[in-house]
């Protein structure tokens, strides 16, 4: 007996599968847009940040100048009333300026050893600019300005963090006027 032996080939047909997909949509985004949107709110802030802070100085400025402008009002208020905190005339009242503050005094004149002097030191980034006297004296009873400048009173505050500056200006009767 003879053995055969037959080879048979073995043959694979390949063909293509297809592969179903479901709709799979996929989210997130590209690294485009998202350069896109981190500069958009970065600019946003720098400007909102901008902003804040120059309301910030307006804000200082505006409240140096109201303060100012309520003790000049005070002063003017005691020379009319006629206080005499405890001395026998009346007395005048008036503010004595400096480029970084102003004194409250009692007095035909500022004297700088009186112990009444009352001192007010104006923030550090606001000056007093320009003003025409050094000091303004209400006269007891009318309030009207003694020894009234030929140019008036004009007193500019300055910030010094900003272009920004107020301008106080008082006319002969002690009338308070804020540019």
């Keep these: 007996m003879q053995l055969l032996l037959q080879f048979t080939t073995l043959s694979v047909k390949l063909r293509p599968v297809k592969m179903k997909r479901k709709n799979v949509q996929q989210a997130g985004f590209t690294i485009v847009e998202l350069i896109i949107i981190i500069s958009f709110f970065t600019v946003l802030f720098s400007l909102i940040s901008f902003n804040i802070l120059r309301a910030q100085r307006t804000t200082s400025l505006t409240s140096v100048v109201n303060l100012l402008v309520a003790d000049i009002k005070q002063q003017q208020l005691r ?28 007095g035909d004149s ?21 003003y025409v006297s050094n000091s303004v004296i209400f006269s007891p009873l009318s309030g009207e300005i003694v020894s009234y400048p030929v140019g008036g009173v004009e007193i500019v505050l300055d910030n010094l963090n900003g272009a920004e500056e107020e301008v106080v200006e008082i006319n002969k009767y002690g009338v308070i006027e804020q540019n």
Excluded: K, Q, W
Aim: proline letters at 8%; charged letters at 20%; aromatic letters at 14%.
């Design 110 to 130: 500022y004297d700088p050893a009186s112990s009444s002097n009352f001192e007010v030191e104006l923030p550090p980034d606001v000056v007093f600019g320009s």
């Design 79 to 106: 020379a009319m009333v006629g206080d005499t905190a405890g001395e026998d005339n009346i007395p005048s009242y008036g503010i004595h300026f400096l480029t970084d503050r102003y004194i409250l005094f009692r």
